[in-house]
């Protein structure tokens, strides 16, 4: 059963936008943080952005000033606006949702940034 869905990535040149969305199962109770994650062959997951069920965010340094989180509450879902993006943001970008038991993985969506 799918219970994260992303869709919004794809091929940019580097300098433009792109942005992400990811919609969660309703079956999916008590989320707290929703939070977007990247990763490149061969690298640990790295975490992009995060934000509370207040609306805190917190964002990897190098995508400060670049990239913004936010969540609907009410539809169950989080975004991620990316804008001037480079090369190296180039990762399979995964939604993340946190409740009291456990994290649910998106299947992930490849965002590829050309120079």
């Known amino acids: 059963q799918v219970q994260l869905v992303e869709s919004g990535g794809g091929l940019v040149q580097a300098g433009g936008s792109l942005r992400l969305s990811c919609a969660a199962s309703?079956?999916?109770?008590?989320?707290?943080?929703m939070a977007w994650y990247r990763q490149t062959p061969g690298a640990q997951r790295e975490l992009v952005a995060a934000?509370?069920?207040?609306?805190?965010?917190n964002y990897a340094d190098s995508v400060k000033g670049r990239f913004t989180i936010s969540r609907d509450n009410t539809k169950i879902t989080v975004s991620l606006q990316m804008n001037s993006l480079k090369p190296e943001d180039t990762a399979v970008y995964y939604c993340?949702?946190?409740?009291?038991?456990?994290?649910?993985w998106g299947q992930g969506t490849q965002v590829t940034v050309s120079s």
């Open positions: 993340n949702a946190e409740t009291y038991y456990r994290h649910y």
């Open positions: 309703r079956t999916i109770r008590g989320i707290n943080a």
């Open positions: 934000i509370t069920s207040g609306g805190s965010t």
